[in-house]
């Protein structure tokens, strides 16, 4: 069946760090994934998307590439700040099998950035 | 626009009780879902509709009830709390199609005693 994997965290980096937060994925077809992101005590907000293999999706200075040959899709940040600290989530979209109209998820990944 | 609204967004419960998480969107949006979080669990599917009157089960139903008698609300109900029922509950709405935004509430933290 479809599902996710992203890594473990959580991830406590300093200031201007690079990010980088690992997602694969299992698919029938050519599912849409997604990044998500929850800040402390909110719901879960779009971060970007990509819809086919090879597209980058960017957003707020993150960006994720849709790779289909290794079936992943990482999320990078070049320099993070204090106040992309929150839990990210992947997640992938079919209109097909038992997922029919459901995002599947990953698991989440805590971001914690230090001044 | 309002988005997803879910009410309440803090409940405590006996065990036992019973109660009814309100969510309501004003998107239009054909498919809700319910999921509940949980530490090291990420998100998980309980409930979801893919237009008013139809409703299937996801990954963790037991304990729960939905129904979906308007595009507009899909509230999921407790029928006998149960501490193992302690997590927040996020509501979300989505348009048909695999590319579309799921759109999420605020969500309801819930705690069973």
């Not at chain 1, 980088?20 to 907000?45: D, H, K």
């Not at chain 2, 019973?18 to 990420?42: F, I, K, V």
Request: with cysteine.
């Amino acid at each position: 069946g479809n599902s996710v994997t992203q890594m473990e965290g959580p991830v406590t980096l300093s200031e201007e760090a690079f990010l980088t937060i690992n997602c694969t994925y299992t698919a029938t077809g050519y599912p849409s994934l997604f990044w998500y992101v929850q800040y402390p005590g909110e719901g879960l907000q779009l971060l970007l998307k990509a819809t086919k293999a090879d597209d980058k999706g960017s957003n707020k200075g993150f960006e994720a590439t849709y790779r289909k040959e290794t079936t992943s899709f990482h999320l990078e940040k070049g320099s993070v700040q204090v106040s992309d600290s929150a839990v990210y989530f992947c997640a992938l979209g079919t209109d097909y099998g038992g997922s029919q109209g459901n995002l599947i998820f990953g698991k989440g990944t805590k971001l914690s950035v230090k001044p | 626009n309002a988005g997803v609204t879910q009410t309440p967004k803090f409940q405590v419960l006996k065990t036992g009780q019973s109660m009814t998480l309100q969510c309501a969107q004003d998107m239009n949006h054909e498919y809700m879902s319910w999921y509940r979080q949980d530490p090291g669990m990420g998100l998980r599917l309980i409930h979801y509709s893919v237009g008013a009157g139809i409703t299937d089960q996801g990954e963790v139903p037991n304990g729960y009830n939905v129904s979906r008698s308007t595009t507009e609300d899909f509230p999921l109900r407790l029928l006998s709390a149960a501490p193992s029922q302690t997590s927040v509950y996020f509501c979300a709405s989505r348009q048909p199609g695999q590319n579309t935004e799921a759109f999420f509430g605020q969500g309801t933290r819930l705690t069973v005693v």
